[in-house]
């Protein structure tokens, strides 16, 4: 298979365009960074993000609307979507169905970094249309491991925020210059996602963190 640079120009002989993301990829080349590395370098700034305080609006496939918000004192993440919402915080961790009725939320151990939160707590999320940054992460590193990769790199702006993007055999992933999924198009777990960030705030919501007004609650915690 033709490399990335060869492709580039033969697109640029032909059609007097150079493909996105072809001059980005040279450059890393003669700084010594392979496609892997790239890849890696996306994977590492995704993960980076875990000091920042933020709110971020989703468009879902469908038209419908999720959010990911995330404080820092006290430490905590919110995961809001159709149907429900997912805190993860150092008291507990809750997860609420908001639909159908009656609102229910259950709180369960806070996570620990020996025991962090269960998949099945994230598959409402999911269901709903949702992408984890964590999955996100996991797929860009496996991918990174790959010699045979071949990548398509580009620069955009998501919701006001410089992106890099990257379009791999099976998806097509943006990460924001400071570590934030921009948006996600593809394979994904068993199943296809396509999302991208519509709003970014510095500021979170007040209610981002609160139970929904009314709801039963079932306290698993351990007393």
């Given amino acids: 298979m033709p490399s990335l640079r060869l492709r580039c120009a033969a697109v640029a002989l032909v059609a007097l365009v150079a493909l996105p993301g072809c001059s980005d990829l040279?450059?890393?080349?003669?700084?010594?960074?392979?496609?892997?590395?790239?890849?890696?370098?996306?994977?590492?700034?995704?993960?980076g993000a875990g000091d920042l305080t933020f709110e971020a609006t989703y468009q879902l496939t469908g038209g419908k609307t999720g959010t990911?918000?995330?404080?820092?004192?006290?430490?905590?993440?919110?995961?809001?979507?159709?149907?429900?919402?997912?805190?993860?915080?150092?008291?507990?961790?809750?997860?609420?169905?908001?639909?159908?009725?009656?609102?229910?939320?259950?709180?369960?151990?806070?996570?620990?970094?020996?025991?962090?939160?269960?998949?099945?707590?994230?598959?409402?999320?999911?269901?709903?249309?949702?992408?984890?940054?964590?999955?996100?992460?996991?797929?860009?590193?496996?991918?990174?491991?790959?010699?045979?990769?071949?990548v398509t790199q580009r620069d955009t702006t998501i919701a006001g925020r410089h992106a890099t993007c990257v379009k791999l055999d099976g998806f097509d992933a943006c990460i924001t210059n400071d570590g934030l999924l921009g948006s996600f198009t593809g394979l994904l777990g068993a199943g296809r996602a396509d999302v991208a960030m519509t709003h970014y705030s510095e500021q979170v919501s007040a209610d981002t963190f609160e139970l929904p007004a009314g709801a039963k609650i079932i306290d698993h915690r351990k007393n």
């Fill in 26 to 47: 040279d450059k890393a080349s003669a700084s010594g960074l392979s496609r892997n590395d790239l890849v890696a370098d996306l994977a590492a700034q995704l993960a």
């Fill in 68 to 150: 990911i918000a995330q404080v820092r004192d006290p430490a905590g993440t919110a995961y809001v979507y159709p149907g429900g919402k997912v805190l993860v915080t150092s008291a507990a961790i809750t997860s609420c169905t908001t639909t159908p009725a009656p609102v229910t939320c259950t709180l369960t151990a806070p996570a620990t970094a020996t025991s962090p939160p269960p998949a099945a707590v994230f598959r409402g999320a999911t269901n709903a249309g949702m992408v984890m940054p964590d999955a996100v992460q996991t797929a860009l590193n496996r991918a990174s491991l790959d010699p045979d990769i071949s």
